[in-house]
């Protein structure tokens, strides 16, 4: 029904940005709750950013002031932007939407900081 593609990730120095992009087919794309989430080895997946159906956004403490989630309607796209990476940012980093109480995942795309 819903597909997630992600992409973008890349080896990034620490203190540098990225901009990760999940493609979003299936559904209606405005009115999903879309949301980036990520997962390091060994660790359990973590809420990254989200954007509501209205474009609301919130964010997870580490990614307050660093990160930006946005939307692009005319594209089905929806956006990170990752500023001034650290190491512990190196994690997997997934798509998921939650259209009508329903979950789906993109299959991930990799990040790694070096310092």
């Known amino acids: 029904q819903v597909h997630l593609v992600e992409s973008g990730g890349a080896l990034a120095q620490a203190g540098g940005s990225l901009r990760l992009s999940c493609a979003v087919s299936?559904?209606?794309?405005?009115?999903?709750?879309l949301a980036w989430y990520r997962q390091a080895p060994g660790k359990e997946r973590e809420f990254v950013a989200s954007?509501?159906?209205?474009?609301?956004?919130n964010y997870a403490d580490f990614a307050e002031g660093r990160f930006t989630v946005s939307k692009d309607s005319a594209t089905n796209t929806l956006n990170l932007t990752m500023d001034r990476l650290r190491p512990e940012d190196t994690a997997i980093y997934y798509c998921?939407?939650?259209?009508?109480?329903?979950?789906?995942w993109g299959q991930g795309t990799q990040v790694t900081v070096s310092s």
């Open positions: 998921n939407a939650r259209p009508a109480g329903q979950n789906y």
């Open positions: 299936g559904g209606t794309f405005s009115r999903n709750a």
């Open positions: 954007a509501s159906s209205t474009g609301l956004t």
